[in-house]
Nanobody, 113 residues
Framework: QVRLVESGGGLVQPGGSLRLSCTAS????????MGWYRQAPGKQRELVAD???????NYADSVKGRFTISRNNAKNTVYLQMVNLKPEDTAVYYC???????WGQGTQVTVSS
């Protein structure tokens, strides 16, 4: 079955950390570009970070220095390590591969005291 499954979201206090995971199945993961997007209530979905099949990462200005995207091709998984989280990071986070035009179901991240 071709799909992306995200996990790792939750409720965290400002300044806290979370690590999101996205595991792919049914695709050739090692050739796939991967990305993380987020969508806050009332806002458009926006790119957070992406990573090429060769491991080159790109970040939105709003998360540079706080978020790190990485991938483990042996586990068909891409990660998003988030530190120093802020209330404005609250959103549903989605995994995406443009190589296959595939989206995950999303995982909620809420940053609140």
């Amino acid at each position: 079955q071709v799909r992306l499954v995200e996990s790792g979201g939750g409720l965290v206090q400002p300044g806290g950390s979370l690590r999101l995971s996205c595991t792919a199945s049914g695709i050739f993961f090692n050739i796939a570009a991967m990305g993380w997007y987020r969508q806050a209530p009332g806002k458009q979905r926006e790119l957070v970070a992406d990573i090429t099949s060769g491991g080159v990462a790109n970040y939105a200005d709003s998360v540079k220095g706080r978020f790190t995207i990485s991938r483990n091709n042996a586990k068909n998984t891409v990660y998003l390590q988030m530190v120093n989280l802020k209330p404005e990071d609250t959103a549903v986070y989605y995994c995406n591969t443009p190589t296959y035009s595939l989206w995950g179901q999303g995982t909620q991240v809420t940053v609140s005291s």
